[in-house]
């Protein structure tokens, strides 16, 4: 079975003369073919977990085993593409010899894939913020990774953007049939996205939810996806002892007509 096993991952930075510890035991299986969504609040440990899955950081202790041989690729918050490069040449950028040669071959079919396909020559400073991100996700794939790790890559979009891409990512999950870890502390967007949710609280998996498989519709306003919402929310506020502030719970009054 492919996928990632992770066991006993433990990671801490030295802060001023001290050790801060992140993440304390990590134990966590991410499937392949899948979108795996890591949710939690600010200073959980979510992003440090994506990287040292990556390969961005060693971990002080612990394993991280792929099924296989593995190649990941990383899309951010922000695009970071190339402005001197056009989308094209940022898709590629990085590749080299028989890697940019396959994936060259490959870029029309990229781009329909992202629906870039009329902007190939056009540069960054040309494009919207939701579009770049677009470019961003061509390059992940032009990679051919076995897993592309995200780190909140729609949170700087604003409200509309941020749907369309949510709506966009899941159509290429789709169509590429790619594997992904996804983080965010959108409580929305994880339900949106995830086929697995994971809730990460004080450097640990505290509650792991299996939401549905690829290509289903979800209204969040139906009564199985609320009940979720309010079991999550249930979840942070028990370990923090606080009520999700409003950022947190993202468009969930809104949504929900203030019924929580």
């Known amino acids: ?8 991952l433990c990671k801490s930075y030295e802060v001023e003369g001290r050790k801060l510890p992140v ?18 609040r600010s200073g959980c440990g979510k992003t440090t977990l994506l990287r040292l899955t990556g390969g961005l950081e060693q971990a002080d202790a612990g394993e991280i085993r792929f099924a296989g041989s593995h190649r990941t690729a990383f899309v951010f918050q922000e695009p970071r593409l190339m402005p001197w490069l056009d989308v094209r040449k940022n898709i590629l950028f990085g590749l080299r010899g028989r890697e940019r040669r396959e994936s060259g071959e490959r870029v029309e079919e990229i781009l329909r894939v992202v629906g870039l396909e009329r902007f190939e020559k056009a540069y960054p400073s040309q ?6 991100q677009r ?13 592309i790790m995200m780190d909140e890559p729609f949170a700087a979009l604003d409200h509309f953007t941020r749907e369309q891409m949510q709506k ?32 990460i609280e004080k450097g640990r998996v505290k509650k792991e939810y299996g939401i549905g498989e690829a290509g289903e519709e979800r209204n969040l306003l139906e009564d199985r996806f609320i009940g979720l919402k309010r079991d999550i929310i249930r ?11 409003i950022d947190e719970q993202e468009g969930t009054r809104d949504r929900l007509g203030g019924f929580l």
């Open 127 to 132: 494009l919207s913020g939701g579009m770049m």
């Open 235 to 245: 979840h942070l506020e028990e370990e923090s002892g606080s009520a999700v502030s």
């Open 23 to 40: 993440l304390t035991g990590i134990d966590l299986r991410i499937p392949e073919k899948r979108i795996t969504v890591v949710l939690g």
């Open 135 to 147: 470019v961003a996700l061509a390059r992940a794939l032009a990679y051919r990774p076995s897993f």
């Open 1 to 8: 079975m492919g996928g990632i096993e992770i066991r006993g």
């Open 168 to 199: 966009e990512l899941l159509r290429v999950q789709q169509a590429e049939n790619c594997s992904i870890l996804f983080v965010t502390h959108s409580i929305d967007e994880a339900l949106l996205l995830g086929h697995k949710i994971v809730i």
